[in-house]
């Protein structure tokens, strides 16, 4: 007759069955361990190991404890954004056209300090020179926000596992806002601000949806795909020409007002 | 008919503070155990079930409805404490095994020869059992509070883990036969 193996008795101790094919049938466990001593052995002394683990002391906390808790953390939430299928359907349209009227123009003014972009043609528009500042600003810094994410993970410890909660957090929000600026740039033209834009949206995605906690071979893979891609590099072109479109801007905002 | 979890989770995600209360007092006390477990410090534990929470609340959005809002907040707490035990570790801090209001009394009792429940009781036992446990890895250790004292099944564990239920299933055994092997001398000197 066969013995039972350890990890057959570890899943009888805590009445899992085994997977497909594993053939590990509780009554027939229970049945050998009444006819094998041996088996009956191992497994008294696996019983005895988890009771004695069982013995390490646990401080209860009391019925009132989650309230404590509340009180502790209610003024450090961050105020909560209202949710977009929280409003109502006609404020969503409203919204929805806002959004990408503000997106439209912000791609129409990234595509036009993207290198080798297009020149476009004079643009007839009312405080042009200030809207201008202001798109250049929101991008600059949706770039700036892109940037710090991937270069926080292409430079965190390569030897130890990492909890990226945070970096993924921040990454969710940008998958939106790179989105809409990759449709609007689609949609005005600029294919190679749209370019980059949706290598930065799949690189965030995918940030999005790995494990919270990566190890350092998927940080190294990470890295990697970062490097060959040189998305670090296109955003950091991107952000600088920006960056120095926004000084011209401002001072003939200025001029003008 | 008391609401479910999802209902707050909901009215929360609108913005209901209140909603979000709700599920602070129903989970802390849960979370306090595992961060308990999972740390083997009360200070800590603290900390981790405020950070934890803290987390929920800020990725709230990113909450799949058809998961368990309990099973999702055990997998930010187990990566809460995991992180908060990492960088102890990194600050070469000394864990203390036990608080001091755990003191043993037992301890302080002169005997030459202990029982089994005595030894089980006594402080020395517990420090064995919290040095083995120190030496699972963190899925073999996240793997076994789960299933050993928290009671989940495989495959709940393997939810909060983020992996298979096979490799959820073999981080349990690698955690049971390391703490065997640790402890089985000292449970047979008992005898």
């Known amino acids: 007759m066969n013995h039972l193996t350890e990890e057959q008795l570890i899943l009888h101790y805590y009445g899992e069955t085994g997977e497909a094919g594993e053939a590990v049938d509780s009554l027939a466990t229970e049945q050998h361990l009444e006819t094998c001593s041996e088996c009956r052995g191992v497994y008294g002394s696996l019983q005895r190991v988890l009771n004695v683990v069982d013995s390490l002391p646990m401080p209860e906390r009391g019925p009132e404890y989650g309230t404590q808790v509340w009180k502790r953390i209610e003024h450090r939430l961050p105020a909560r954004r209202r949710g977009w299928f929280t409003l109502p359907s006609a404020w969503r349209w409203v919204a929805a056209s806002a959004a990408c009227a503000a997106l439209m123009a912000a791609a129409f003014f990234a595509g036009r300090t993207y290198p080798g972009a297009p020149a476009r043609g004079q643009i007839a528009a009312v405080d042009k020179q200030a809207g201008e500042r202001v798109l250049l600003v929101a991008v600059g810094d949706y770039l700036e926000r892109s940037q710090m994410v991937l270069i926080e993970l292409a430079n965190a410890n390569p030897t130890a596992h990492l909890d990226i909660t945070n970096e993924q957090e921040r990454a969710g929000d940008l998958v939106t806002e790179t989105r809409l600026y990759r449709q609007t740039a689609e949609h005005t033209g600029d294919t190679q601000i749209a370019s980059v834009l949706d290598e930065l949206e799949r690189v965030l995605v995918d940030i999005t949806h790995a494990p919270s906690n990566i190890n350092p071979q998927q940080l190294q893979d990470l890295r990697q795909r970062l490097e060959a891609d040189g998305i670090l590099f296109k955003i950091r072109v991107l952000g600088s020409n920006v960056r120095n479109q926004e000084v011209p801007a401002a001072k003939t905002a200025g001029q003008t007002l | ?191």
């Not at chain 2, 095994?97 to 020869?113: G, I, N, R, T, Y």
């Not at chain 2, 040095?131 to 009671?151: I, P, Q, W």
Request: net charge neutral.
């Open chain 2, 1 to 191: 008919m008391e609401c479910t979890d999802l209902e707050f989770v909901t009215r929360a995600r609108a913005g209901d503070t209140d909603a979000y209360r709700v599920l602070v007092e129903r989970h802390s006390r849960s979370l306090f155990r595992l961060a308990f477990r999972m740390t083997a410090n009360q200070q800590d534990a603290e900390d981790v079930v405020q950070e934890s929470l803290l987390r929920a609340y800020k990725q709230l959005a990113k909450f799949d409805e058809r998961a368990s809002f309990g099973t999702w907040l055990y997998r930010i707490a187990v990566n809460c404490s995991l992180d908060l035990v990492r960088s102890r570790k990194r600050r070469n801090e000394h864990m203390a095994p036990e608080d001091s209001e755990m003191e043993d009394p037992v301890l302080s009792l002169p005997s030459q020869a202990p029982t089994p429940d005595r030894m089980a009781m006594s402080g020395e036992v517990r420090e064995r059992v919290a040095d083995a446990m120190k030496e699972l890895s963190a899925s073999e250790r996240t793997a076994f509070v789960l299933r050993h004292f928290e009671g989940m099944c495989i495959e709940d564990v393997s939810r909060v883990l983020g992996c298979q239920p096979g490799a959820a299933k073999h981080s349990v055994f690698r955690a049971v036969q390391k703490l065997r092997r640790a402890l089985e001398p000292l449970v047979s000197t008992a005898r």
